[in-house]
């Protein structure tokens, strides 16, 4: 740090990095942890060297690894080709048409095993924005450093010697938590739009700095990514939701004008006090599930994504004369087919989102056997935590969420109180409030129990 300071006091210019040497750490350099390291990683980076090939962990998992986290995935880069990896292993799959990979499988455990890339054919099939369609030319190690996006992402960790190569100081941007791209950025957004997510996505759950020059043509470039087929840009969207980061992603997403048009919906409901809370309330639930190792919904994400358009259009649809059953569903199939074109829902992710709206109004009922029906709906818990989002948001009266908090705890007894209650107020009588069930913690959360908003699950 001193002798930079003196040559730029001097005017002396750094030399240039070779950067088809890395830089190699050891263990007592880069302070790796590796009881961290899947098993299954080791497994295949040793077969792989046992039968003479290079072999690492690469990407996300080597910098987790150096931020002292156990990684989520571990994706394994090599010199063999794809098809000389495939007959290392038992169950090995060559998968992808813009760039061939290998998913070896370990019971559930998949890893992802790709080739070194190669500088690239000038040649290489792209759309008339620029966007590489096609590219499977392998290379040497060197050169797959530089194919990668960012220097953070851009370290090889060798299990069986314990040393890490960085070719693009991508250990000094951990160290001074900043997300720098590598080789030109507008070049790089052309190549693949999605990295401007990307971009996003780590600087929001990394709390990282984004370089200024990696930063500067976001902006300018955002609308490429509607050239990126859907299904990507939904695979990418629904990484940062569930990124345990979702509304730090999407204040940045704003930030960086990259909302447009990928999520326009947020311009109207951010903008709006209900539904802005709404959506935070939402969003912070889910993060707090994902960092409490809980499991998420994406049905129930987008489904409280959504919410405010679908009640738009429901209150259109009733202000037309529409009754409010047939009203509500109307709206749902508007918002959903609107969607699914736009963000490649999937039919699944739809169905869930539908069942969950579509319960909201049977909440209303609470007399007879209706609600012993609504509580065996096979979505019930999902629509339930969503009903308790409306209250907390301010949408609907708490006291209806409070009621099917205790008729859903309650044991015989207290369901038939509650439901004779119900039977016995007057019509237009405003309800007494039902018993709250369990203390609040704090922060507004409720005891378990009550709202595990974000989730839909236990």
Known sequence: MINKFIRKILGVKTPARDLTEPVILGPDDHKIDPRLVSSNAIRVTSTLQDAGFKAFVVGGAVRDLLLGVKPKDFDIATDATPEQVKRLFRRAFIIGRRFQIVHVMFGQDLLEVTTFRGAGDMNAPKDEHGRVLRDNSFGPQHEDAMRRDFTINAMYYDPATQQVLDYHG????????VLRIIGQPEARYR???????????????????IEPTT??????????????????????????????????????????????????LLDVVLEQPIGMKFVTLALESTDNRVKAGKGVSPGFLFASLLWHQVVEKWTAYRA????????????????LDAQTEQLALQRKIASDM????????????????APYKLLE?????????????????????????????AFYEGDAETREKLLTSERAAPAGAKRKRAPRRGPRKSGGERAEGAVAAGSGEE
Request: charged share 30%.
């Open 377 to 405: 709906h096979l979505r019930f818990r999902a629509g339930y935590d969503f009903l308790l989002l409306r209250c907390e948001s301010g949408e609907i009266d708490m006291e209806l969420g409070e009621w099917w908090t």
């Open 354 to 369: 539908r069942d969950i709206w579509s319960m909201q109004p049977r909440f209303e009922r609470r007399n007879g056997k």
């Open 320 to 335: 037309a004369g529409e009754s409010p059953i047939p009203a509500l569903h109307l709206a749902a199939d508007d918002v």
């Open 170 to 177: 991508g250990i000094q941007d951990i160290r001074d938590k």
């Open 191 to 209: 190549e693949d739009p999605v990295r401007m997510l990307r971009v996003v996505r780590f600087a929001a759950r990394l709390r990282f700095t």
């Open 215 to 264: 930063r500067a043509p976001i902006s300018v470039m955002a609308p490429l990514i509607d050239n990126v087929p859907a299904a990507r840009v939904f695979d990418e969207m629904l990484k940062l939701l569930m990124s345990g980061h979702a509304l730090a992603c999407l204040q940045q997403l704003r930030k960086e004008g990259l909302h447009h048009g990928l999520l326009p």
